[in-house]
Structures are given as structure tokens and as C-alpha cells.
């Protein structure tokens, strides 16, 4: 009995031998690949960790920079920022934060310039939607209004649609372009909430060129009362 037990105890051995023998290397194969893409994940993961909290460290100098107006400071805090932490969004927020410092300085190239790298490198469609309408905003104090109704046109962000369709009416006026700006003016007021604020200033830009935005549906619904 003893004997027969050996027999089958060496029989799979010689079976998981000779399984190993053929898919050892494979399954070695994978698992070191499962290994490797977990520790892959993990060090991907404390690199962005370690990155935002060094980039949160700098955005911090740069909004004292900010704050005490310290134009040179800022660019160079911002460089830095650039070249050792171009994808964190500290550094997003820090190109806003620099542009708008650039305008109270009158740094009007310098401004342009932070707000295009937003527009460029930026992921977050929200900081290049603020970036757009901000680098609009400049080049329609500049009188530059087809630059401006570029910028505006390549907005695609729907949350700030409302707002760049409002700026793009402003440039068409500017072009003594009344139709399409009143169309423009028209959408932007359909798209801002009811209750929202900008939405009566939206209003008022359609009353000036004599049209109320809600006179088809109070029509309607004295229609529906009749």
C-alpha cells in the first residue's frame, strides 16, 4: 500500500514537473508583469501626491508674490513651477494667478503669454475656459477683435458657454455687427440660469437693441390663459 502511494506521490510530481517545465516561465512571466504594474501604480500614485504637494508648496509663494504685487518674484516662482511641475493644476492656477498680476502692471505681453501656456497645457477645461475669456478680454481692450472672437470661438467648455457667447456679443457690436451679436446676446441668455444675476445684465444688452428676451413666452402663456 505504502509502495502504491509512492508510486502515485512520484507519478504527480512527474505530472507538476513536467507542467512547470513547460508553463514555468510563463507564469513567472505574468506574475512578475502583475508586480511590476502594481508597484507601477502605486509609484505613479505617490508621484502625483508628491507632486501636488510641492507644487501646493510653490503656489503658495507665488500668491504672496501675488499679493505684495512682486512682478519679478512671481515670473520666476512661475517658471519654476513650469519647468518642475508643468501638469499639477497649482501650476494652472498659478498662470491665472500671474496674468492677472500682469494686467494691474500693465505687462499686457506678459499676461497673454501666461494665459496661452493655461490654454496650451492645461487638462482642465475650466482654467482654459478662464484663460480664454481672460486672454479675450485682452485683446478686446487692444481693439484686436478678431484675435478675440478666435479665442472665443475655441472655447469649448459648456459650463462657461454662456459667458464667452455674452463677451463674443460685446466683440460684435464692437464690428457694428448688430444682428449676430443680438443672436449671440440671445443665447447667452437662454443658457444662464433664471435666477442668475448675469443674466439680467445679459438682459439688459437685449433691451438695448429693443428686444425683450422674454416676450415670445409671456405671449404664449397669455395665449394658453386666453
Known sequence: MANQLDLEEQEQLDQLKHFWNRYGNLITGLLLAVLM????????????????????????????????GDMAMAQRTFSDMKERYGAASYTHQAGLALAKLAIEKGDLDGAKAALQWVIDKSGDEGYVAIARLRLAAIYFDAKDYVQALTVLDNLKAEAFAALALDRKGDVLMMQDKRAEALSAYSQAYQKLEERSQYRRVVQVKLNALGVEPDAAAKAKLQQEVK
Open 37 to 68: 504594474g502594481i508597484a507601477g501604480w502605486n509609484g505613479y500614485h505617490y508621484w502625483q501626491r508628491s507632486q501636488a504637494t510641492q507644487s501646493a508648496a510653490m503656489f503658495d509663494e507665488m500668491s504672496k508674490s501675488v499679493a505684495t
